[in-house]
Structures are given as C-alpha cells and as structure tokens.
C-alpha cells in the first residue's frame, strides 16, 4: 500500500440498538491519513484518551457511498469561499450522523487525488467525545487508494450484514448501483459531469447536462471542470455559469503564442503529488530558457516570452469580469488570452501564471484555465509564476536573513510581487510562520458542520 492512504480499521462490538443496521455494525473504528489517527479521542465520560471511537459503520458507509462521485470529482471552491449546504453535505463527515459524534474531516478532490482537512473537536461544545487531532494542512491520498479503503469498508459492512441476517437495505442496493455504473463508461462519465456540476446523481437538469459534456469536446475534459467549478463556487452549476463560459467565446483577449522549453530535460522533482516541487523545477527551467539568472525578470521579457507585444497590453481594455482568466487555444498554436486582474502587480503574476498553464498543459488540447481553486493544477500555477518572478534563491540572497516587513516590502518592489507572494514564498521555505502557524489555527478554510449527538 501506499505511504500516503486512508485506513479504516475497525473491530466488531456487541452494542445494544434498536435500529438492526446499527446494531449489527457497531465497531471500535479507528480513522487515519497517512498515518495520522483522525479518531484519537478524549472520552469525557471515562476521561481515557484512546486513537478509536465507538461508533455503527452503517452511517458511515451509507454516507460515503451516497457521496461517492462527488468526493470524487468535485473539488473545493477555495479557501474563503463558504460552499452550499449541499456541498457541505457531501463532502463534511459529521454528515454522516445518526447520532453519532464523528471526527470533523473534510473531503474533496484537488483533480489529482483527494484531499482531507481535519481540525479537533470545538471545546466549548459539550459532549461524550472529544477529538483531539487536526492538521495545519490538507493531507493528500491518491484517487486509487481512497477508491480502494472507502470501497473496502463499504464492502466490509455488507458482509457483516449479510452474515447477521440483515441482507435487504438501502446501502446493499445503493451500492450495487454504483458498481454497475462505474463499470459502465458513459454513465460513470455522466456521474462525473453531474459531481463536477454540484448535483447528485440524476439531479442535474437533462438540458444542462447534455450541453456541458459536449462543451467539454471544445473546452478540455480537464479544463471544463476547473472552469465549473471556478464559475460555481461551491453551489451548483446553473444557466447563469453557462453563459458566462459562453461570453468567452465572444472577448476579444489578447493575442498570445507561448514560446516555452521543452520539460524532457526536467530532473526528478521529488514527490509529483507535490504541485509546488514539479512548478518550482518548471520555473528554474523557464528561468534558465530566458536567462535570466536569479534577477528580476522585466515585463518585457516576460511578454515575450508569451509572444505579447507591448502595444497590445497598453491599448487593451479589461474584458472579462469573471472569477477566471481563461486563454483559448487558436490556429498555428497560437491563444487568445481573457485576463481578469487589474492590478498591474497582480495582472504581472496572472501572465506568469498563463505560462506555467502552458508549461503545465503542453501536450493536452483545451482551454487554458486560471482560478482562485485549490485544485493540483491551480496550485501548480501558483508556485510556478511565484518562483518565475521572485526565485526563492534570489530573495534569499537579497534579504540577507533579514525578514522583516519593510525587507520584504523591499524584495517585492525589486522583484515586482506582491508582499503576499513573498511571504507565500518564506513561509513555504520554513524562512518565516505566518500568522496562522503561529496561533496554532488549522487550515480549515471555513467555518466546519457542527458535530451532533
């Protein structure tokens, strides 16, 4: 198995209930991620703190099949952005309820694997269980082994059932249906379209869905989503964001032709479930490629490099006002690219943030796609244009060990970023703690469903 994995292990309890799903599934569960319990708990009835928690199996499974294609394929819409009830729902483990206290732990795709928040239970919430662990950052587990643990337990249930008499329930037949469906490709990539779009199964409008999956043909089967998702922000995809995709169709943007290195001479960038270690490694090589050295990389350097003539950034007006910066593939691998900052600061790490799409997508057909989403490809992004513009080794040899706030002031003019981009930088270095590590505070990125007895 791998080292990055999602457990759950669990040993059968003879527990009173009246309910016969409950009864004949309750266990001793212990949650973890990558080795960290999830389900270490104080008891305050017995003051014991132990890593697993007594619980029935049967919410549990029924949840995480009920959810299935949405922790799948929808991902978050952000940190800041509070999603719906029904993408809370969906992707919050305290929905799984049925009066029992579950650990407060979030799922959701990043477009690579899925991604889990935790934090520890609210002490000034009484109640039996308290759960002591969370994380300061998202865990990842790859798509592959969460299908395989959820899949697993889920299975585990129903034979547990079946072997106690209790064959016929809702989960047995909701479970079959999944499988069926999976097996099949056009339905699975039905499901999928309708998870990407915040509905759950069968619940997407017919019409819509039809003419989104085969929008993708013409956006990307990869780009259409982030764009969805982008669009929506955590509620479902309507009308209103459909027309929004379409009015890209219509902008005039700005004429672009990316004129990139070729990757194959990348190293071995370490972890690739780590998106800032491949862009880092990308960023040196595009770097290198405009030799550029560790100084700063002026704007006309940085448009040509895009094939943008500086005529064209002063005579454009700002078209789009979207949440998202597309570029539009055209004839003889040219783009045409629909910015959305005004800023020039901002609008300058929006073009360094295009070429690491480009960088990123080389070999793929679609739409180039630029957001605020936590997804791998959008954090790819990030820490390529911040390592482009303002090399890690470079502000390091500037500020001299010096991180004070007017010497990044200093460092961001001379690289011409945001003070945010350099603290971003420091911190993801271990040169600084922001303010968040240094209060202890979790990287929840809203305020979690509370927990229910």
């Known amino acids: 198995m791998s080292e990055r994995h999602l457990d759950f292990a669990f040993q059968w309890e003879a527990v009173g209930n009246d309910v016969p799903e409950l009864y004949h599934t309750m266990a001793r569960l212990s949650l973890s991620v990558n080795n960290y319990s999830l389900t270490r708990n104080e008891d ?27 922790l799948l394929y929808e991902p978050h819409p952000g940190k800041g952005v ?94 079959t249906l999944i499988c069926e ?40 089967e990869d780009s259409l989503p982030e764009l969805m998702s982008a669009l929506a922000q955590g509620n479902e995809f309507g009308v209103q964001h459909e027309k929004q995709i379409e009015c890209f169709f219509e902008l005039h943007g700005i004429q672009a032709r990316p004129n990139i290195p070729d990757t194959s001479i990348r190293g071995d960038a370490g972890d690739t479930q780590a998106p800032w270690r491949v862009a880092v490694e990308d960023a040196k090589i595009v770097r290198d490629y405009l030799g550029c050295g560790l100084e700063p990389i002026p704007n006309s350097t940085l448009f040509d490099a895009l094939s943008i003539s500086s005529a064209a950034i002063k005579g454009y007006t700002l078209e789009n006002r979207s949440r998202v910066s597309v570029a539009i593939p055209e004839n003889q691998q040219g783009i045409r690219f629909m910015p959305r900052k005004k800023h020039p600061v901002a609008r300058r790490f929006e073009y360094a943030r295009l070429l690491g799409d480009c960088m990123f997508r080389r070999d793929d057909e679609g739409w180039l796609v630029s957001s605020d989403l936590g997804t791998f490809r959008q954090k790819y992004q990030r820490a390529f244009a911040a390592e482009l513009l303002c090399p890690i080794e470079g502000v390091k040899a500037v500020m001299q060990g010096d991180y004070s706030d007017s010497a990044i002031d200093e460092v961001a003019e001379y690289f011409d970023v945001s003070t945010t981009t350099v603290i971003n930088l420091l911190a993801n270095n271990h040169l600084i703690e922001t303010e968040d590590l240094v209060d202890g505070n979790d990287a929840w990125p809203y305020r979690p469903l509370a927990a229910r007895a």
């Open 82 to 175: 509070r999603p719906s009830m029904s993408w809370r729902m969906a992707h919050e483990l305290a929905s799984a309820n049925q009066g029992f206290i579950w650990p407060t732990v979030m799922f959701a795709t990043d477009g690579e694997g899925i991604q889990l928040w935790s934090r520890p239970s609210d002490e000034s919430v009484e109640q039996s269980v308290r759960y002591l662990n969370g994380s300061r950052f998202p865990f990842f587990v790859p798509v592959d082994d969460f299908r395989k643990g959820v899949s697993a337990l889920i299975d585990a249930v129903l034979n547990r059932l079946q072997a106690c008499g209790c064959e016929d329930t809702e989960l047995r037949g909701l479970w």
């Open 181 to 220: 469906e999976t097996a099949d490709t056009a339905i699975a990539r039905l499901r999928a379209f309708e998870a990407m779009m915040g509905y759950d199964p069968e619940e997407c409008p017919e019409s819509l869905l039809k003419t989104m999956s085969q929008l993708a043909t013409t956006v990307g």
């Open 44 to 70: 305050c009835w017995s003051r014991t703190v132990k890593d697993d928690v007594l619980v029935a199996l049967y919410p549990l499974a029924s949840w995480l099949a009920s959810s299935w294609w949405r």
